[in-house]
Structures are given as C-alpha cells and as structure tokens.
C-alpha cells in the first residue's frame, strides 16, 4: 500500500466543508485541520503509484475550496514502538 501525505491550501472560509468533500474522495482515509502554512492534511492510501496520481491531481486539487496542494509520497511507515524506540536513542546513556 503506497500512503501520500497532501499538503492542501483552502480558501479560508471554505476549510469546513472542504474537509468534507475531501473525505468523499476515493483513497482519502484522513483529513486534519492543521497549524501553519497549510489548512488541511489529507492522507491518501493507494496500491498504485497512478491512482495516487488521480486522486491528487484528478479529485483533490480540483475540489471547491481547494487553492493549492504539495504531496509527499512516503517512503516507509514506522510504528508507534518502532518510533518510541527511535526517540529514546541514547537516552540509556543518561539514566
């Protein structure tokens, strides 16, 4: 399963409902409201590199509301262990 992570600008009065419509989108699971540069997060999951492609490209930079967007394809996804375990990388030494 390929996951992209979308960036989206929204107009601003618009982030309510753009979510939304953003949830309707085939291969959207995940839409958050978000701090900073961006208004909206999207996640996209997909078993092709093309469909990730129509989905962005195709459904979501041409949903009502949307201003922009910037994907990121990822690469690996670590658990929350796996990622626990990263962050405490030579906190033994400390103890």
């Given at each position: 399963?390929?996951?992209?992570i979308?960036?989206?600008?929204?107009?601003?009065?618009?982030?309510?409902?753009?979510?939304?419509?953003?949830?309707?989108?085939?291969?959207v699971?995940?839409?958050?409201?978000?701090?900073g540069?961006?208004?909206?997060?999207?996640?996209?999951r997909?078993?092709?590199?093309?469909?990730?492609?129509e989905?962005?490209?195709?459904?979501?930079?041409?949903?009502?509301?949307?201003?922009a967007?910037?994907t990121?394809?990822?690469?690996?996804?670590?658990?929350?262990?796996?990622?626990?375990?990263?962050?405490?990388?030579?906190?033994?030494q400390?103890?």
């Open positions: 399963m390929i996951t992209a979308v960036l989206i600008r929204t107009e601003i009065d618009a982030i309510n409902e753009t979510a939304q419509a953003l949830l309707g989108l085939p291969g699971t995940e839409v958050y409201s978000v701090t540069e961006w208004e909206l997060v999207a996640m996209v997909a078993r092709q590199h093309e469909q990730i492609a989905v962005v490209t195709g459904a979501i930079a041409q949903t009502d509301g949307v201003t967007t910037h990121m394809v990822a690469f690996r996804a670590y658990s929350e262990e796996d990622l626990e375990r990263l962050w405490s990388i030579g906190l033994e400390h103890s």
